[in-house]
C-alpha cells in the first residue's frame, strides 16, 4: 500500500460511523407476574444480537415477509463491531481469473477435523453470494483496475481466498447490514440482555414461546431490575462468543454470548474443545490481533523482567537468526496457535515462547523500531537472508525498507494509525502483548439450516457450533452470514414469523422470572468480581492453549463447586442495575463447567495436541531444542486420527452434564444436481425439510 494515503481515506476505514437507531415502540401491554408488572412485546421472530450475523438474519427473514425484531445488549458495541486485525479478513470464494473449486474450498474449510462436511460445502458455495450481497450494501471491498476482488493469504488457507476493506472490516459489514435494517424498519430493542428462553412443552416436546430480558428503560418502581417479555414462536441466537470466558482475552469488554443460556434452555452444544488463541494486545488497553503486517514487518520481540533487563528470548527457541525472522514473519497468515506449528521450528514456537515468559512474570513487547537481534554466534539480521517464501512476499509488496516501523507504513499505514487513536504511538515506543483467547470454534449443535434440536431456535455467527479444529482466518465471518441467511430463508419457508405472537405463555414466563429471581441473593458470599475473577483465572491457568489431563481435571470439580455454590446462594448484586450481569455471570460459570467438561472426556479418553490447544503429557514427545534449557521440559501428546472424524457433545441434565460423541456428518462430493429432476424440491419448499418441524 501507498503510504501516502490521504488522511481522509485513513479516517473512514479506522474510525467507522454507525447509524443512529430511531425511536423505539412502546410494548403492547404490561403483565403482573411474581408482584413484578413486566412489559410485553411481541412479534414473529426474536434475533438475540446485533452483530453482522445477527442483523443478517435479521434483513433477509424481513425480506421474506417475517415479523422480526432483534435484542440487542449494547447496539454496535458487540465483538462483530470492535473487533479486528491490521487488515481484518473475509474469507470468500476467489473469483479471480479462472475462478475456484467451491468443492476444494469446502475440503479446506473443514481440514482440521471435526467438522460437518456438508456445513463446509454450505459455507463454501454460499460465499459469492455472501460476499455479492454485502457489496450490494455498500461494503468497500478493495478491487483491481479491472472490477476482481484483491485477495491474499490468510492462515489456514493455501489459495489466497481473504479479502478485507483493513482493520474494521467487521464493524464495516455491521454497519452496511444496520442500515439496511433501519432502513427495512426492522425494530432494533438497544440496551436490552437476553436472560432466559421462555420454554412451553406442547405435549410433544418443548417449544420455545420467546426470550425474558433485562431492559434499561423499562426499569421503574413496579419492575426495579427491568425485566421484560419478547414473544415470539421463533428465537435465533447470534449473540457471539463467550468473550469474558477467559482473563487473557482480546474480546472487546463485555462479550458473554449466549451459550449459558443456550445450556439451561436444554440445548446441545459441540466443540467445546476447540478455541483460536494467538498473539495480541490486551483489553487493559487496546484489544486487538497482532496478525498480518504488524508480524511482516519482521519487529524485534523481547521480554523485560522485574527487574528491567531485556531477554531476547526468542533466540533460545530458533536456530538462526534468517529463521527465527522468518517465522515471526508467518505469524502474519499463521496466526492461530496451532499444535502442530510447535514442531520442525515452526511459527507456534513464537506463541509457545511468548506464553512461557507471561508464565515466568515477564511481559512482552514488539519493538517496531529495532530489527531482530541475532541469534547468538549467528550473523545479524539482513532482509537478504531470510526464507524464500518471505523474502518473496516482501519484495513483492515493496516492503525493502531498512527498519520494521518504516515496512509497516509502506504496506499497511491503517496498522499504525489504528493504534494512534487508541493513544498508542507504536511508531515511538514498543508495543507490549501476550497470548490472548480470540474466538470459540465450538457452541450451539445446529443443523444444515441452523436449526438447534429444540423447535424454534436456531443459532447463527459465532454462538453457532459450526467450526472444527481449525478454519481459515476469516472464514467465521462468511459462516455467519452464509447461515444467517439460511435461516431467515427457513423461518420464511415455514411461514412461522408471518405474524406476531399470540396469547401469553403464563408458566413458561413464571418459570424464568422465578429462575431469575433465584440467581439474585442479596445476601450471597459472591460478588460479581470475585466470580468473574475465579471464571477467567481458572480458564486462562487451565485451558488455555497449554493444557493437561490433571489440571483440566481439578478445574473442572472447581467449576462444579462454584456452580453448585450459585445455585445454593445466587450471586449478591448492590443495586438493581447490577441485576443483568450477575445473571451474565451466573450462565458464564455455567459455560465455563460446560467446555471443562468437554476438554476433561476428551483428555482423559486420550485426546492429543490440535488445534489451539497442546496437550502435556510427560511420556508424549519433545520438542526440537534450538538451545539447551530451552523448552526441555515440554513433552506433548500426539493427535488420534480417530479423534478427527467426531465431535464432542455437551449437554445440561439437571444439574450436571453428559457428554457423548457424534460422527462427523458427510457429504458425497460425487453427487451432482440435475436441474430437472431437483427444481421441484426448491419449487415446492421440501428442500427445507420442514416436516421435521
Not at 476482488?149 to 488457507?157: A, E, G, I, N, P
Not at 440496551?191 to 432466559?196: C, D, E, H, L, Y
Not at 412443552?201 to 427491568?226: E, K, M, Q, W
Not at 508480524?295 to 533487563?309: F, L
Request: charged share 20%; hydrophobic share 40%.
Amino acid at each position: 500500500m501507498d503510504s501516502t494515503v490521504p488522511q481522509h481515506i485513513l479516517d473512514a476505514l479506522t474510525d467507522v460511523d454507525m447509524p443512529r437507531l430511531p425511536p423505539e415502540d412502546p410494548a403492547s401491554a404490561h403483565v403482573e407476574v411474581a408482584g413484578l408488572r413486566l412489559p410485553v412485546y411481541r412479534s414473529g421472530c426474536v434475533v438475540v444480537g446485533s452483530g453482522a450475523a445477527g442483523l443478517r438474519t435479521a434483513v433477509e427473514l424481513h425480506r421474506r415477509g417475517g415479523d422480526v425484531s432483534v435484542l440487542s445488549q449494547s447496539a454496535w458495541g458487540g465483538t462483530s463491531a470492535c473487533s479486528g486485525s491490521d487488515k481484518q479478513t473475509l474469507h470468500t470464494a476467489n473469483t479471480a481469473a479462472t475462478g475456484d473449486d467451491l468443492m476444494a474450498m469446502a475440503r479446506a474449510i473443514r481440514s482440521g477435523g471435526a467438522m460437518d462436511a456438508d456445513t463446509a460445502y454450505i459455507e463454501a458455495v454460499g460465499s459469492p453470494r455472501m460476499m455479492a450481497s454485502l457489496q450490494y450494501l455498500g461494503l468497500p471491498l478493495p478491487q483491481d483496475t479491472l472490477g476482481g476482488t484483491l485477495r491474499y493469504q490468510t492462515d489456514h488457507d493455501e489459495t489466497g481466498r481473504a479479502t478485507s476493506c483493513g482493520p474494521r472490516t467487521s464493524r464495516l459489514m455491521v454497519k452496511v447490514l444496520a442500515e439496511e435494517a433501519i432502513r427495512l424498519g426492522v425494530p432494533i430493542h438497544n440496551q436490552t440482555t437476553a436472560a432466559r428462553l421462555l420454554m412451553e412443552n406442547d405435549g410433544r416436546s418443548d417449544r420455545v414461546r420467546g426470550v425474558l430480558a433485562f431492559r434499561n428503560r423499562d426499569r421503574d418502581a413496579a419492575n426495579p431490575t427491568g425485566l421484560a417479555v419478547f414473544l415470539a414462536p421463533v428465537v435465533v441466537l447470534a449473540a457471539g462468543g463467550p468473550g469474558e470466558l477467559y482473563r487473557d482475552s482480546v474480546y472487546p469488554n463485555g462479550c458473554f454470548g449466549v451459550l449459558g443460556l443456550a445450556l439451561e434452555a436444554g440445548l446441545e452444544l459441540v466443540n467445546l474443545t476447540e478455541s483460536q488463541f494467538g498473539i495480541g494486545t490486551r483489553r487493559e488497553s487496546f484489544p486487538w490481533n497482532l496478525s498480518g503486517t504488524y508480524v511482516q514487518s519482521i519487529p524485534h520481540i523481547y521480554s523485560v523482567d522485574a527487574d528491567g533487563n531485556e531477554h531476547h528470548f526468542l533466540a533460545d527457541c530458533y536456530r538462526t537468526t534468517q529463521e527465527l525472522a522468518s517465522n515471526v514473519f508467518r505469524k502474519g497468515y499463521q496466526w492461530p496457535f496451532h499444535a502442530t506449528r510447535m514442531l520442525d521450528f515452526a511459527s507456534s514456537l513464537v506463541d509457545l515462547a511468548v506464553w512461557r515468559e507471561g508464565q515466568a512474570g515477564r511481559r512482552v513487547f514488539m519493538d517496531f523500531n529495532r530489527n531482530p537481534l541475532p541469534v547468538p554466534g549467528d550473523e545479524p539480521f539482513s532482509l537478504d537472508r531470510l526464507d524464500e517464501d518471505v523474502a518473496r512476499y516482501l519484495g513483492t509488496a515493496g516492503a525493502t525498507q531498512a527498519s520494521p516501523i518504516e515496512r509497516l507504513r509502506h504496506m499497511n499505514p491503517l496498522a499504525i494509525e489504528l493504534y494512534r487513536r487508541y493513544k498508542v504511538d507504536i511508531a515511538a515506543e514498543p508495543l507490549e502483548f501476550a497470548v490472548n483467547n480470540q474466538h470459540m470454534n465450538g457452541g450451539i449443535a445446529v443443523d444444515t439450516w441452523g436449526r438447534t434440536i429444540v423447535p424454534g431456535v436456531y443459532a447463527a455467527g459465532e454462538a453457532a457450533g459450526t467450526h472444527g479444529v481449525t478454519r481459515p482466518g476469516g472464514a467465521a465471518l462468511n459462516a455467519g452470514q452464509v447461515f444467517g441467511t439460511r435461516i431467515g430463508e427457513h423461518i420464511g419457508a415455514s411461514g412461522a414469523a408471518k405474524a406476531s405472537a399470540a396469547g401469553f405463555p403464563q408458566s413458561a414466563v413464571e418459570s424464568a422470572v422465578a429462575a431469575i429471581t433465584a440467581i439474585l441473593g442479596p445476601q450471597s458470599p459472591h460478588e460479581i468480581s470475585d466470580v468473574r475473577a475465579e471464571v477467567q483465572a481458572r480458564m486462562s491457568d487451565s485451558a488455555g492453549l497449554i493444557c493437561d489431563g490433571e489440571s483440566v481435571a481439578q478445574a473442572r470439580k472447581a467449576a462444579m463447586s462454584l456452580n453448585a455454590s450459585i445455585r445454593t446462594s445466587g450471586i449478591a448484586t448492590s443495586r438493581d442495575a447490577e441485576a443483568s450481569r450477575a445473571v451474565q455471570w451466573q450462565q458464564m460459570a455455567l459455560a465455563s463447567e460446560a467446555v471443562l467438561t468437554a476438554l476433561d472426556h476428551y483428555i482423559s479418553a486420550g485426546g492429543g495436541s490440535r488445534g489451539a490447544r497442546a496437550i502435556r503429557d510427560p511420556k508424549g514427545e519433545s520438542l526440537p531444542l534450538a538451545r539447551s534449557g530451552a523448552l526441555e521440559d515440554f513433552r506433548f501428546r500426539n493427535e488420534r486420527a480417530a479423534d478427527r472424524d467426531e465431535q464432542i457433545v455437551v449437554r445440561k441434565d439437571g444439574d450436571d452434564f453428559t457428554v457423548s460423541t457424534r460422527r462427523n456428518r458427510t457429504f458425497d462430493e460425487d453427487a451432482r444436481s440435475f436441474f430437472e429432476r431437483d427444481w421441484p424440491a426448491s419449487l415446492t419448499g421440501a428442500i427445507y425439510d420442514l416436516d421435521r418441524e
